[in-house]
Nanobody, 123 residues
Framework: QVQLVESGGGLVQAGGSLRLSCAAS????????MGWYRQAPGKQRELVAT???????NYADSVKGRFTISRDNAKNTVSLQMNSLKPEDTAVYYC?????????????????WGQGTQVTVSS
């Protein structure tokens, strides 16, 4: 089992930056794909960014060039640096550890999830 805890969310004005962190109680070395996902009010959960154990990354088109995902396998942490934030980035952000059973619309069908952290971007 892997327990995940997100932190770093909060209120920020448009154009500002936030850095989200995900701390795992267990090793994430065995998890090939770690990711950040978000869910806005009235919308389905969506992929924000993923990163593999080797460092390969993938980003949603809406955040490319603005967000950067990283992971430190030795420290069992995953981070999301968010720059040039927009009001449409407002959502609850979740850290996820893909268990490798496939994805649907970019969302892993089986995963370990954190409790989420709120990000609110004001205009």
């Amino acid at each position: 089992q892997v327990q995940l805890v997100e932190s770093g969310g909060g209120l920020v004005q448009a154009g500002g930056s936030l850095r989200l962190s995900c701390a795992a109680s267990g090793s994430i070395f065995s998890i090939n794909t770690m990711g950040w996902y978000r869910q806005a009010p009235g919308k389905q959960r969506e992929l924000v960014a993923t990163i593999t154990r080797s460092g390969s990354t993938n980003y949603a088109d809406s955040v490319k060039g603005r967000f950067t995902i990283s992971r430190d396998n030795a420290k069992n942490t995953v981070s999301l640096q968010m720059n040039s934030l927009k009001p449409e980035d407002t959502a609850v952000y979740y850290c996820g550890a893909d268990r490798g059973y496939g994805t649907v619309a970019g969302i892993p069908t089986r995963a370990y999830w954190g409790q989420g952290t709120q990000v609110t971007v004001s205009s």
